[in-house]
């Protein structure tokens, strides 16, 4: 009887240890069922040459300079216009007076911020053109 009992507790302890391999077995296909489904797809990489768009902004409304009227006073229009002043016959308006180094400067200003303005439309002019798509001619 006891040579019975022990049969049937291997038995169950075989039958337990079948189960136990049955199971590990059936994880094993259930953790990797997604990639054994499916097939894989090869990975497809791409270049492109191609130089990204920059944004150019537009360039800003043209300098648009009013005249100016310029009066320049010798010693007899000065003294002209002081009799007019005494007579009370002289356009009443503030004068701004300027000494030949100071004209000059202003001049020197002027040319100065003319020819800053053309490097800048050159420069600007350049990165314009390197942004402009090359016409690429096809062999025959």
């Given at each position: 009887m006891t040579n019975s009992i022990l049969l049937t507790v291997k038995e169950k302890l075989h039958t337990l240890h079948l189960m136990q391999l049955f199971f590990l077995v059936l994880m094993f296909f259930f953790i990797n069922s997604c990639s054994l489904m499916q097939a894989t797809k090869p990975i497809e990489v791409v270049s492109i040459a191609k130089m990204p768009t920059i944004y150019d902004p537009p360039l800003p409304i043209e300098l648009q300079l009013l005249d100016i009227d310029w009066t320049i006073y010798t010693p007899e229009l000065m003294a002209q216009y002081l009799k007019d002043i005494e007579n009370g016959d002289a356009p009443r308006q503030a004068f701004y007076s300027l000494t030949t180094k100071e004209y000059e400067n202003?001049?020197?200003?002027?040319?100065?911020?003319?020819?800053?303005?053309?490097?800048?439309?050159?420069?600007?002019?350049?990165?314009?053109?390197?942004d402009e798509p090359k016409k690429v001619q096809e062999p025959n």
């Open positions: 202003l001049s020197m200003n002027m040319a100065d911020q003319k020819r800053y303005l053309k490097e800048i439309l050159s420069i600007i002019g350049y990165y314009r053109q390197i």
